[in-house]
Every structure is written in C-alpha cells, then in structure tokens.
C-alpha cells in the first residue's frame, strides 16, 4: 500500500478527546439551570395574576360544584332549587301574580263520597293555607260543581291510591318549602271544635315540631295518648301500659302522634317525607318512627294540641278501593296489607339502623320504633 492508501485509512480513523472537568462549563450550567428556573417561577406567577385579575381571558365554561347535582353548568343566580304551590295567572306581570303568600299547607285525601265532611274542614282554614285535594276515587269536576271555594283549591287526582302515595310523589320537601307548617289529613275528621290559626298559634307556643289535634274520648281512640284533656293547652306524654312505657318517654306513651291527622313543621316534614317508603302505601308504622325526625329529646318536640279537637268518625274509605281476593272482602284486603306493611317497615328501620352502627364498628343501641 502507498502513500495515498494510508492517508484514506487515516481519514476514517476515529479521533479520541480528552474528557476532562471543566469548572467554568459547569458553572455556566448551573447559572443556565438558575435562570430557567427563575423564568418559570416569573411566568407561573404572572399566569396566576392575571388569572385573578381578568378571569374572562381563561374562565370559558361554567362549572360550579356547590350546585344542585345536575345543575352545576349553571350560574348560582339562576338556580330556582325550590318552589311552591302558589297558584298562578296565565297573564299579566308575573311579580304581581300573588296578592298574598299562604304560609301553611293543608292535604286532604278524598273520595266524593265524604264530600260534605270536607266541606266542613276546608272552611276551618284561612287564606293563610294553601289547600290541596288528593283524590283517591278520580272524581274531581263535580266538586267545582257542588262548592265555590273548589275553584281555588289545587286538585291531584290518581285512582286507588293513599295520602302517603301522593305526599312521596307531590310533596317533596323543596316543593313544599315555602310552608311553615305542614297539615296531612284525613277525610273522615269532625271539625266542629278546631280553629286553624288557633291551632297554629298553640304550635308554635309550646314548641312542637310533630303535632296532632286531641281526640274527642267519648268517640273513640286508638291510642291513649291523642285523648283530649281538658282544663290543658297541650299535652306529651301518657301511661299508656307500663311494658310499653320506658325512661326516657317513648312512643306510644309520649313522642307521638298518629297518621290520620299529623301536622308537621317544615323542618320535619323534610326528615319524615326521606323516611316514607315508596312501596309501603298505608304508612302504618311511621307513627313510632317519626321521633327520629327532631332533636333529642324528642318527647318535648311532639305533642298533642288539647285547646284545638277534633272527632275521628273512623270511616273505612279505602277499603271500598280494595278488590276482593282469595275470599276476602276488599276492606280485610286492605287491612291485611296495612298490618303487613307495619311489619316490612319495622324491619326495614332495625336492619337500616344495624348496618349504621356496624359502619361505625360500635353496638347498636336498644332503640326499637313499633310494637312488634
């Protein structure tokens, strides 16, 4: 090989340097690193100032959290999570709709045939309460007919159905928010000793957030406890039978009421409308439970209103809606699924109120909410 073979050879020969530490190189990095970092931290802060300063330059969605659930796509000032029973016009300026605002609700579920009795409730309730119809047997037109103050009354009509199937589906506590007091009740009650207002103002004065009118004793009662006493404003408590009574006071003997004429305050009425059952339409069993639904100690929550009576005439209406079945009347139907649901509600509290307590890992607490 000559000259010009080892210069070719010599071309492609690898060239080694010397990798030796420079302290200059290095400082250099360092300060490059510093300023990086510097530039960074300044953009980072200058980003967040003006953020906070002019959010519309990176705000284009709204998404508020707190929100109802579902709604959070909305600005808070348009959210109407609430609302009411006012009636209303079809025209005119909607602010000058309502002359006056009801601040209590009265129910009443009815059937044509107690017509008259209704008649005789409707007018013991001012223009202070707004009145609702829940009728069970799908007559509604004829009641405009036979009765002027039907005309301003709200009317819900579904067939065979009870009042805690229409208070689950029309009385949701933001739909009833509006009202201070809450009155469910049944069509078959005399009236002839029970003003409203009076009422309400008793209510109110002893501090009772479940509540009932006393019952006349000589017409016959359930429960020892809803018996009217005279020479009294209200009463609590009772010595029903001494292996139902216990310290502190409990239901039957005192923190009850029953379910054919309850008066709930707005504060109850969103606990005890949680607690109904979809599927238990009668609602028996939530008399002994409706405790659970104000402040310890209950027993000076809930009483009964002795001033204000009432008579309960224990008129068997909705048995008449029941259907005759494996030879039973339609009324035994109907009482047989009544005492039937007592017992699924029963256990529905123990069981619900067990597997709290074991969340918690703690014993559950003798605490028993019916009879059986």
């Known amino acids: 090989m000559g000259i010009l073979s080892r210069r070719r050879i010599e071309r492609f020969r690898p060239a080694y340097h010397c990798c ?11 300060d490059n690193g510093m300023k990086l970092l510097a530039t960074v931290l300044f953009a ?3 980003g967040i100032l003006l953020g906070l300063s002019f959010p519309s330059l990176w705000i284009t969605k709204i998404w508020v959290p707190s929100n109802p659930k579902g709604a959070e796509r909305l600005p808070p000032g348009i959210i109407a999570s609430e609302s009411d029973l006012y009636l209303r ?3 005119g300026n909607p602010e000058e709709d309502l002359k006056k605002k009801p601040r209590y609700l009265v129910t009443f579920t009815v059937g044509y045939k107690q017509r008259q009795n209704i008649d005789a409730c409707v007018k013991k309730f001012s223009d202070n309460f707004t009145i609702v119809l829940f009728h ?4 509604t037109s004829e009641w405009d007919d036979e009765f002027e103050w039907s005309k301003n009354v709200i009317h819900i009509s579904v067939k065979k159905q009870t009042k805690w199937w229409y208070a689950k589906r029309f009385m949701h506590p933001d739909i009833v928010a509006q009202y201070d ?9 005399g009236v002839d000793h029970f003003d409203a207002e009076e009422y ?3 209510v109110k004065k002893h501090g009772l957030e479940i509540s009932q009118p006393g019952l006349d004793p000589e017409k016959g009662c359930t429960w020892k406890i809803t018996k009217r006493r005279e020479h009294v404003e209200v009463h609590k408590e009772t010595d029903e039978k001494l292996e139902w009574c216990s310290n502190p006071p409990r239901p039957p003997c005192a923190a009850f009421v029953e379910i054919m004429a309850p008066v709930f305050s707005r504060d109850a009425w969103r606990c005890v409308w949680h607690m109904i059952q979809n599927d238990l339409v009668h609602g028996w069993g939530l008399d002994f439970a409706l405790r659970r639904c104000v402040e310890e100690p209950a027993y000076e929550k809930i009483g009964i209103v ?11 209406s909705l048995g008449s809606q029941g259907k005759e079945e494996d030879g039973k009347s339609p009324l035994q139907g109907v009482r047989d699924r009544c005492h039937m649901e007592w017992k699924m509600f029963e256990r529905r509290v123990d069981e619900a109120e067990k597997e709290y307590y074991k969340s918690l890992q703690v014993q559950t607490p003798s605490n028993s909410t019916t009879l059986h």
């Open 136 to 139: 069970y047997d799908g007559i």
């Open 200 to 202: 309400i103002h008793m």
């Open 20 to 30: 030796c530490y420079s302290p200059t190189y290095s400082r250099r990095s360092e």
């Open 181 to 189: 007091y809450i009155f469910m009740w049944d069509e078959d009650l």
């Open 44 to 46: 980072t802060a200058f």
């Open 89 to 91: 016009r079809l025209w």
């Open 306 to 316: 002795d001033t204000q009576w009432i008579v309960h005439q224990f008129i068997p």
